[in-house]
């Protein structure tokens, strides 16, 4: 199993520019998540799905889109890209054990660092 | 709104001294508190506590939580230069509907082992 994979591991854009940062797992987990990360502040949640076709917004969602339409992918749109997006990008994902049950270990990607322009 | 504080941010200490790192957490609907280790990369899952009072165990490393006074401390004993990294703590609560899973997290302690 690869586990989580990201794509790109870097980049630098111009503000305004639009971008897409990749997200697969293999291991046909239900929930996935993008998480930025910004020095002194820990993880913040940006959106999660806990399926195909289902998403939501996490703490942090302004900026971004997100769309899943298939269990493996989890891709992340920043549609107009500004300094204050320069950060570095975490997905996770994780099995989904529903309303009964807490969430099992997430397993994270090795990220994305991005820098805005 | 759900929060997680971690202290102390940051931690320098000599190989061989016992460290203990504390989170403190505000969380609707506590379903489960989880520890993570960061070293320059991706988090890497420690352990994950539900129950107050349990205590995990993993080599020199452990942790217990109390969901009474809500915190929970991770121990670490006979540190290694190689427990150097930023430890993170997690708190899953669940606020209706497809929320259920979401973690919030702490800033972070940086722990720094000196030979």
């Known amino acids: 199993n690869a586990g989580v994979t990201q794509t790109p591991k870097f980049q630098v854009l111009k503000t305004g520019q639009s971008m897409t940062l990749q997200c697969a797992q293999d291991m046909n987990h239900e929930y996935m998540s993008w998480y930025r990360q910004d020095p002194g502040m820990g993880l913040r949640l940006i959106h999660y799905s806990v399926g195909a076709g289902i998403t939501d917004q996490g703490e942090v969602p302004n900026g971004y889109n997100v769309s899943r339409s298939t269990t493996e992918d989890f891709p992340l749109r920043l549609l107009s890209a500004a300094p204050s997006q320069t950060s570095v990008y975490f997905c996770a994902s994780s099995y989904d054990p529903g309303t009964s049950g807490s969430r099992n270990e997430q397993f994270f990607g090795p990220g994305t660092r991005l820098t805005v322009l | 709104e759900d929060k997680v504080v971690q202290s102390p941010l940051s931690l320098v200490v000599h190989e061989g001294d016992t460290v203990t790192l504390n989170c403190s957490y505000e969380?609707?609907?506590?379903?489960?508190l989880l520890w993570y280790k960061q070293e320059k990369k991706a988090p890497t899952f420690l352990f994950m506590l539900?129950?107050?009072?349990i205590e995990k165990k993993s080599g020199r490393l452990s942790s217990i939580l109390d969901k009474k006074e809500l915190f929970s401390i991770l121990n670490i004993t006979a540190t290694q230069t190689g427990d150097s990294a930023v430890y993170l703590c997690?708190?899953?609560?669940?606020?209706?509907?497809?929320?259920?899973?979401?973690?919030?997290f702490g800033q972070g302690t940086i722990l720094t082992v000196h030979p």
């Open positions: 997690a708190v899953e609560g669940w606020a209706g509907g497809t929320s259920y899973g979401k973690l919030t």
């Open positions: 539900t129950s107050s009072g």
């Open positions: 969380v609707t609907n506590f379903r489960s």
